[in-house]
């Protein structure tokens, strides 16, 4: 009786964490209801005095208990490739995230379960994969050509402030050809006047690729050529109309910020977390070389943040101006502390 207790109440808990490992293993049946469940079923938990414990869906049956339409514990478990590719079906129809409870309402796994498997097929979880959804329709419609506003709510978000806060913003990863020095890459730039100089935007069908300031173009453009020397470099069309109108609205105090903007960058690992957690940086704050590696999990890399800081390609849509050093002041800036010191100031004023 002792051993049938403990093996109850490790059933039990399966129930309790809708661990999803454990179906087909055991139904759980309820006799205040006369239904029974798999342990994931994701309908609320009757009390234990309720519960009995079947080895298989038959023996249930045969108990006088019906199967539950909910999780439904006739019917064949699915294999975690298959609900992980529903779940994907669900996110992409929606365009956005949705509910984890939703989503394991719609596939008849544990919210935890779901999380846990989900991840560990693809690499992020649910959210992020909706997010990442989302962000892509940002994308489109930028390059469409809309401004701002109207691509925030085409893409479903409530607000530019929510789109911000959600970290609506992607770093591109680096191609194989990036390794050759950018051979294959089509970068097309557009040089244009700016309240902060002249203004240099490159970028390919994927993304911006380099940014920078300066008072002259040709020091732009010998740097755009450095940095991909094996690329086909062209001047711009319409290609690059509706990033450049993004990036000069926000010099000109009209937005917060441009992270949202798509990039297609080539970098290390550590480059790129460094990236990432500039984009995190909210407009008008700043934070220090050793934040930024503490927030990285490792406070002894700020010589090396400092690196990445200074090698970074795409300056304001990656704001690397929002770091400074430990006493607070500004520190060197590739095109000048006083961009530097204007930018913050005019983010700060943007945000009033």
């Known amino acids: 009786m002792m051993a049938q207790l403990q093996d109850e109440e490790t059933l039990w808990q399966a129930v309790m964490a809708r661990d999803a490992a454990w179906d087909g293993k055991f139904v759980f049946a309820v006799r205040s209801t006369g239904v029974y469940c798999r342990p994931s079923c994701p309908a609320r938990r009757p009390r234990r005095e309720q519960v009995r414990f079947f080895a298989a869906p ?37 365009g ?56 925030v709510y085409a893409a479903g978000y409530n607000s530019a402030a929510r789109m911000y806060a959600s970290g609506a913003a992607t770093l591109g990863t680096t191609p194989n050809h990036y390794r050759m020095g950018g051979m294959g890459m089509d970068i097309a730039y557009t040089l244009v006047d700016s309240p902060l100089g002249r203004l240099l935007v490159a970028g390919t069908r994927r993304g911006i690729c380099f940014l920078s300031m300066g008072d002259e173009d040709d020091p732009l453009l010998e740097a755009l050529r450095r940095e991909y020397p094996q690329a086909q470099i062209r001047p711009a069309g319409e290609d690059m109309r509706a990033w ?33 957690e500039l984009r995190r940086i909210p407009p008008g704050e700043t934070r220090t070389y050793a934040q930024v590696a503490e927030a990285l999990g490792n406070p002894k890399a700020v010589r090396a943040v400092a690196r990445a800081c200074a090698t970074n390609p795409v300056s304001l849509v990656t704001p690397c101006h929002r770091v400074v050093r430990t006493d607070g002041s500004l520190a060197g800036y590739r095109w000048g502390v006083g961009r530097k010191r204007r930018l913050l100031e005019q983010e700060k004023q943007s945000l009033r």
């Open 58 to 94: 038959a023996k249930a049956r045969a108990a006088g208990f019906r199967p539950c339409k909910r999780c439904a514990p006739d019917e064949p478990i699915l294999p975690t490739q298959a609900w992980v590719l529903e779940v994907c079906r669900l996110l992409e129809e929606a």
């Open 96 to 151: 956005r995230p949705l509910p984890l409870n939703e989503l394991s309402r719609a596939v008849g796994i544990s919210p935890h379960h779901l999380t846990r498997e989900f991840k560990a097929v693809l690499g992020v979880t649910p959210r992020q994969y909706g997010e990442a959804l989302r962000r892509q329709a940002l994308r489109q419609e930028l390059r469409a050509g809309e401004s701002v506003t109207a691509a």
């Open 244 to 276: 450049v109108s993004e990036v000069l609205a926000y010099l000109r105090g009209e937005l917060p910020d441009v992270s949202h903007l798509p990039l297609d960058v080539r970098a290390t690992a550590f480059q790129l977390r460094v990236w990432e």
